[in-house]
């Protein structure tokens, strides 16, 4: 029988709830499917994570539009000269593509990753590209590790 389901059992300690299927306490790390024992874990690092495919496909999209306008720009520049509808017609398209870029920055950022040495083995512990959420299980996950020191 589980110790959480005997009455009278001591509880115990949760340094991070049950939200999107993570869970800190001061034995074991659950994300998802996956449990860790937080005495397992040493040298607890994050770093950025790859791009999310939309992101490189709207980046993509916005230099290729951008490089099309420019010639098309350069190339009537080159035989009629400078005028107000070919300066209308630059502007609005780096506006344009400013603000694509902008959506797709916002829209898509890139994830934080949760990395640890669990058992001597490299390994991805967290995902997350909301930088609040991951920075609540980063420091839940580190609290766990320091009690875990202190009660050795």
């Known amino acids: 029988m589980d110790q959480t389901q005997i009455r009278g059992a001591p509880r115990e300690l949760e340094h991070y709830a049950l939200w999107r299927g993570v869970r800190v306490t001061e034995t074991t790390l659950r994300m998802g499917d996956r449990t860790y024992q937080i005495s397992d874990l040493r040298r607890l690092r994050e770093r950025r994570g790859r791009w999310q495919p939309m992101r490189r496909v709207v980046l993509g999209v916005a230099a290729a539009q951008g490089l099309v306008v420019t010639v098309a720009v350069g190339g009537l520049v080159h035989l009629n000269g400078w005028s107000l509808t070919l300066l209308a017609v630059a502007a609005a398209q780096a506006l344009v593509t400013t603000a694509l870029v902008g959506v797709a920055l916002v829209r898509w950022p890139t994830p934080l990753e949760l990395w640890a040495l669990y058992r001597g083995?490299?390994?991805?512990?967290?995902?997350?590209?909301?930088?609040?959420?991951?920075?609540?299980?980063?420091?839940?996950?580190?609290?766990?590790?320091?009690?875990?020191?202190?009660?050795?």
Do not use: I, N, S
């Not at 390994?123 to 050795?152: I, N, W």
């Open 121 to 152: 083995e490299p390994t991805m512990l967290h995902r997350d590209a909301d930088r609040y959420e991951f920075g609540k299980v980063r420091r839940a996950v580190e609290r766990a590790m320091l009690a875990r020191r202190m009660l050795k």
